[in-house]
């Protein structure tokens, strides 16, 4: 069975930092790429983030470029989400997501249960 859990949510000010958590069980990281996704309050959830493969850089959307940073433990078979500067309006609900690798990105086949992300001006 294919599990997502996501863990590291929480409340920071702007330009503080959080590390997600993504542990995947069911399936290795040679299976799916994984991706994180996120939705604020009252919108619909956005394009992926950025995207984790064991085989090729990681992609990384124009709106988190330079400041998230995605990374893999293929032995605990977890992705990490390093959030650096960040700003109010990256408030939103995180998702982590597993599935094929597409040519825009990721087709995602499972997702976490998600985690809030606050950040307070």
């Known amino acids: 069975e294919v599990q997502l859990v996501e863990s590291g949510g929480g409340l920071v000010q702007a330009g503080g930092s959080l590390r997600l958590s993504c542990a995947a069980s069911?399936?290795?990281?040679?299976?799916?790429?994984i991706g994180w996704f996120r939705q604020a309050p009252g919108k619909e959830r956005e394009g992926v983030l950025c995207i984790f493969r064991y085989d090729i850089d990681p992609y990384y959307a124009d709106s988190v470029k330079g400041r998230f940073t995605i990374s893999g433990d293929a032995a605990k078979n977890t992705v990490y989400l390093q959030m650096d500067n960040l700003k109010p309006e990256d408030t939103a609900v995180y998702y982590c997501?597993?599935?094929?690798?597409?040519?825009?990105?990721?087709?995602?086949?499972?997702w976490g249960q998600g985690t809030q992300v606050t950040v307070s001006s």
């Open positions: 069911g399936f290795t990281f040679h299976d799916y790429a």
């Open positions: 997501a597993a599935g094929p690798p597409i040519v825009s990105g990721i087709r995602p086949l499972y």
